[in-house]
């Protein structure tokens, strides 16, 4: 016991602009502690670089961005890597992984400067392509093998019980990791709140007009928003949207609600057995593929996989920490600060689409804004275009 609890933890630093290198970060983590394995999972942005010499070994998932831009969380990072005064020996002692998504670029460049300030690779980069037949677990269930394989020679401390043990899901995913405290609303006192902790600026809407002829069955509305704060030419706007509240309404009727992972959580609390061994075979390796055509190829949302498997009943908490929050959705801006003062224009493209099993699709965003009414408000954010705003800069290959 007293091995197990000195025992180092494993370092996955993640970089995402999205959440699908959190995915992956939290997936790679998960089957790490399943082979016995204690690891902590940190964001770049909240990681000195300064410290990354004293580190044994790291573990690094990230994506890219735009049209090859490092995420947000990544950039204080990436400056303090490409600091001039750093020798070809300053990570000398530093064992490394890299597992890059979409666009290479950056899981590239990051690979080369840990090479260059004397890093050691444990395995080979490791490149998630989400297009392919069964998206990115393709290329990241041998590079997870390859990785235990290689951390079990290099340090058994890692895997003590080899790196083909594992701890059963039931064991493993026995409790959540959040806890949620009810309350009555009309009995809250002023020690609970009700703010949010996540860190947005509301954005008013003048109006949306369409621009495309009625003849055209195209919808491309022309958002108009009150904007506070200057941006230049080539700037996006990213939006957060909301859920309908219809879509809401129905997720909480579901779930029995007063008025990679989530599957297999859900074939824990899966009361039929037909559907728990559905369940299980989608988690499985010969059923990855499969898991794949379900639900990333018909895009299939978080209700309607619950609906399709109707005997699973998950406790909220599970709920809270398995559903994914909104993702920003990122648009570039139409107009110009010198012409439209204090406003920004989004040309919008109101999207729908029919899969391959004929179901028909709204994009979820492009819907909302369509739809919202004047002096409505809504989350946003500035992303600067660093190549149109900087005029040192120069534009690098990787390949």
């Known amino acids: 016991m007293e091995e197990e609890r000195t025992r180092k933890k494993l370092l996955i630093l993640y970089a995402t602009q999205t959440g699908n290198a959190l995915s992956v970060a939290e997936r790679v983590g998960r089957e790490t502690e399943r082979r016995g394995c204690p690891v902590h999972l940190l964001s770049l942005d909240q990681y000195d670089a300064r410290c990354l010499a004293q580190e044994g070994t790291v573990i690094f998932v990230v994506s890219t961005t735009g049209q090859g831009d490092t995420p947000d969380p990544m950039n204080g990072f990436w400056k303090d890597l490409l600091q001039k005064n750093l020798s070809r020996q300053w ?19 990051l690979d080369r400067r840990l090479l260059d300030l004397g890093a050691t690779p444990i395995v080979r980069r490791g490149l998630g392509d989400d297009q392919h037949p069964s998206g990115c677990e393709a290329a990241l269930d041998p590079w997870m093998a390859s ?3 290689m951390l079990n020679k290099i340090d058994p401390n890692y895997l003590p019980n080899g790196p083909d043990f594992l701890i059963p899901y039931e064991n493993f995913m026995a409790k959540p990791k959040v806890r949620i405290l009810y309350r009555d609303i009309d009995k809250v006192d002023s020690q609970v709140s009700s703010k949010s902790d996540l860190n947005h600026m509301a954005l008013q809407i003048e109006r949306a007009r369409r621009m495309s002829p009625l003849k055209f069955s195209l919808d491309r509305p022309d958002c108009i928003l009150k904007l506070p704060i200057p941006y230049e030419g080539g700037d ?3 939006v957060l949207p909301s859920q309908s509240s219809a879509a809401v309404d129905a997720f ?3 779930c029995n609600l007063d008025p990679e992972s989530f599957i297999t959580v859900m074939s824990m609390f899966a009361s039929a057995e037909h559907e728990r061994e559905r369940l299980q075979y989608f988690v499985s390796p010969e059923g990855r593929d499969d898991l794949y055509q379900y639900n990333q190829r018909e895009q299939r949302t978080v209700l309607e996989v619950l609906e ?21 959705r990122a648009f570039s801006i139409s107009s110009s600060p010198s012409a439209h003062l204090n406003q920004v224009h989004l040309t919008v493209n109101v999207v729908s689409w029919t899969t391959l099993f004929k179901t028909i699709r709204a ?16 989350s946003y954010a500035v992303h600067v275009n660093h190549i149109i705003n900087n005029a040192n800069y120069t534009c690098k290959s990787y390949y």
Not at 316 to 328: F, G, I, M, N, Y
Request: hydrophobic share 50%.
């Open 363 to 378: 994009g979820l965003c492009s819907n909302w804004l369509s739809k919202l009414d004047p002096e409505q408000r809504m």
């Open 91 to 109: 990570l000398e002692g530093l064992r490394y992984a890299v597992f890059g998504l979409v666009i290479p670029f950056v899981a590239k460049k």
């Open 147 to 149: 990785l235990w394989n």
């Open 236 to 238: 996006v706007l990213e």
């Open 308 to 328: 399709d498997f109707s005997s699973v009943q998950m406790p909220l908490e599970w709920l809270v920490q398995l559903v994914p929050p909104l993702k920003r």
């Open 252 to 254: 909480i009727l579901r």
